[in-house]
């Protein structure tokens, strides 16, 4: 029994605190006037629990003293939560800070067996579940305390086999807060996720480097591209998907990545995609710099659509720009009360140029008696009434007045109303009919003559 080695262990640990510099089995045995096979198996006693250390020196063992700090000294100066169990997981020691954390007084811990330690204010569980076994080698993990109206602790559980003076196994558990730390990686982790989930659903592309090195594209690049995560990784993505004649253009960005601007740079260019397709892309470029590391952005926008329907636009309006130039009738266009279009006829009618009608009402150009006429018609149009007609009269620049025959119409895109107003000059129209009604007086008159 161990109890029956005690007094010859003290005298070897007395023997080797007499001879710090160490002494061999053989030296012990003569001191202690024992054999060296019994005197081997009292050191692998006092090695094991850690009491005695071994230097070997060729073929010869050198047993010294072990410097080993006092565990109470330990418990009460370390930062850490420490408790030590016995085999029978009974608690023989607990420091000053788990008691804290547990609210318990250190007596009401000691002896009892771990699997029954209550507190009134911690939830010890989960840290309980993790002592079921003790282990044969160290193990760390993480362990959370849910403290009332405290919230939740988090530490670092280290648990080391122990071996005792009197060569009973046990186990220490050190615990280290590691709460700050473990919540801020979980904000941190939070911010990445949120980050990954917006820019894996815009419906930009977006590219980052990180001093020049591609580190993250999502998804809506390899739309636009046609190659896989897996290739893009691989190659550079704007060196490999500009277009050859955008290439220059596309070295700017590169500038950007090895020399930094403050501010936003924007590009339009042309990217051809793995199957060949040609795609025009608008690129804004971002840097900052955080700490020792240059951060460039690069958000990268498929406007092949856009650019399409803008020319078609542009097409369709210069269609409608050579047709309404083109007709032999007057146009004006008013939306929301102001004139914004009005075709050459008007010119070549009036005499007035177009930089002289910008600066006129329409107004001024219809003779006044005609003009109450035509803004009546003008607002029941903006109400919604059918197309009206009407007969007036343009003054000229030359004094004259031209006869006009004209149409009002308004129609409503969104909340913009556009007036179209066409005016037919019929002059010769209204002279001839003018000078046959004439004429008719005329007859008439000269009936009445006769019959008299």
Not at 10 to 32: F, H
Not at 142 to 149: M, N, P, T
Not at 177 to 204: C, G, K, S
Not at 414 to 426: L, N, P
Request: charged share 30%.
């Amino acid at each position: 029994m161990m109890q029956d080695y005690q007094q010859e262990l003290t005298q070897i640990k007395n023997l080797l605190r007499e001879n710090p510099e160490g002494m061999s089995v053989t030296d012990i045995a003569k001191a202690l006037g024992k054999n060296k096979n019994t005197t081997g198996r009292y050191l692998d006693i006092l090695l094991i629990s850690g009491q005695v250390d071994m230097r070997t020196y060729g073929m010869a063992k050198v047993f010294t003293l072990s410097q080993r700090v006092p565990l109470s000294a330990m418990l009460g100066y370390s930062k850490d939560l420490i408790l030590v169990l016995d085999r029978e997981s009974r608690i023989i020691e607990i420091n000053d800070n788990f008691s804290a954390l547990l609210h318990l007084m250190r007596k009401d811990a000691i002896g009892k067996n771990i699997a029954y330690l209550k507190s009134p204010e911690v939830d010890v569980r989960e840290f309980i579940s993790t002592l079921s076994a003790l282990n044969s080698q160290e193990s760390e993990r993480l362990v959370s305390f849910r403290i009332k109206d405290a919230g939740e602790r988090i530490f670092k559980q280290k648990s080391i086999p122990s071996v005792f003076d009197d060569g009973a196994k046990g186990l220490t558990i050190i615990l280290s807060d590691v709460t700050e730390e473990i919540l801020r990686e979980r904000e941190i982790r939070e911010r990445e996720e949120q980050f990954r989930m917006m820019a894996e659903n815009i419906q930009d592309g977006l590219l980052i480097f990180e001093n020049d090195n591609c580190t993250f594209v999502n998804r809506r690049v390899a739309e636009i591209t046609g190659y896989t995560f897996e290739e893009l990784w691989a190659m550079d993505p704007i060196a490999t998907i500009a277009a050859p004649e955008d290439r220059k253009k596309m070295e700017a960005i590169h500038e950007l990545r090895r020399k930094p601007a403050p501010g936003v740079t924007e590009f339009q260019g042309r990217i051809r995609r793995k199957d060949g397709v040609y795609r025009d892309v608008y690129l804004r470029i971002t840097s900052l710099k955080h700490e020792e590391t240059w951060f460039t952005f690069v958000i990268m926008t498929d406007i092949t659509e856009l650019r399409a329907k803008d020319a078609a636009l542009f097409e369709s309006e210069q269609r409608f720009r050579m047709m309404a130039e083109n007709i032999q009738d007057i146009l004006f266009i008013i939306e929301n009360d102001q004139l914004v279009y009005s075709n050459r006829r008007l010119s070549e009618i009036t005499g007035y140029t177009q930089e002289e009608l910008r600066t006129k009402n329409p107004k001024d150009l219809i003779t006044p008696e005609e003009n109450q006429q035509i803004e009546e018609l003008y607002k029941k149009s903006l109400g919604g009434v059918e197309p009206a007609q009407f007969r007036s009269r343009l003054r000229c620049k030359n004094g004259e007045s031209r006869h006009v025959f004209g149409h009002i119409n308004s129609v409503r895109y969104g909340g913009t109303i556009s007036t179209y107003i066409t005016m037919t000059d019929v002059t010769e129209f209204a002279q001839r009919e003018q000078d046959l009604q004439n004429r008719i007086i005329a007859l008439e008159k000269s009936s009445c003559s006769t019959d008299l």
